[in-house]
């Protein structure tokens, strides 16, 4: 009985020929790969065309389940922004008792710019460690997601970073052009075969359900 359940689980790379359990080797373009040779395996099938939307048997995210995540990272981001801002503003206005032109002239545009710098400070701290640490925000974790790279990996530091950036900053921080370059990524996403979106192209990187990993 042993010796047929060793033949029913045992798998051969293709690539090294080393014989290993099923759990140990994923499937690419019909072919059993070991995790060693993944990664070269991958760059020449992707290179000769030959792989198919979803080489390592993902599926990805859509354009309204990622619209989701954010969606809930924005709430659970707002409310306990907007719970600062109410309990902190009263206690300032009756310790300062500042007059009126103090508060358009100084008080009012200091309060402001640093406001925008902490939350975009904490935004960014959140977004980076939880796609370093756990591959997706909660938004994202919520709808059974996770962000890896084009071949599998883990995200490093400077893609947590990058994508943080292409987001927050390029794509939908910039007065006027945001709009165009959202609707842009918007329609990148919808058409895209791997659901890349503006990001992920320069990123390299794929939004897939979690069900989907190998």
């Given amino acids: 009985m042993s010796q047929e359940t060793q033949v029913q689980t045992t798998l051969w790379c293709s690539q090294c020929g080393r014989g290993l359990s099923q759990s140990d080797l994923v499937q690419i373009a019909g072919n059993w790969v070991c995790a060693e040779c993944k990664p070269a395996y991958l760059s020449r099938v992707m290179a000769s065309g030959a792989a198919t939307a979803s080489p390592l048997g993902w599926h990805y995210g859509g354009f309204w389940i990622r619209f989701g995540a954010r969606f809930i990272d924005g709430l659970l981001f707002v409310v306990p922004v907007i719970v600062f ?33 902490i939350t975009f400070l904490a935004g960014a701290c959140y977004e980076i460690l939880m796609l370093k640490y756990r591959s997706a925000t ?24 990058g994508r943080f950036f292409m987001w927050n900053i390029v794509t939908s921080g910039i007065p006027y052009l945001n ?35 190998a």
Avoid: E
């Fill in 138 to 161: 909660l938004g994202k974790m919520a709808c059974g997601l996770k962000v890896v790279r084009s071949d599998g990996r883990s995200l490093n530091w400077g893609v947590c970073f």
């Fill in 85 to 117: 801002l109410a309990i902190l503003i009263p206690n300032l206005l009756r310790t300062k008792q500042p007059t009126p032109d103090q508060i358009n002239g100084v008080l009012m545009p200091f309060a402001i710019l640093t406001f925008f710098l």
């Fill in 179 to 213: 709009s165009v370059l959202m609707l842009v990524s918007s329609i990148m996403l919808g058409v895209d075969d791997q659901k890349r979106a503006l990001h992920d192209r320069v990123c390299d990187t794929r939004v897939i359900y979690k069900q989907s990993v």
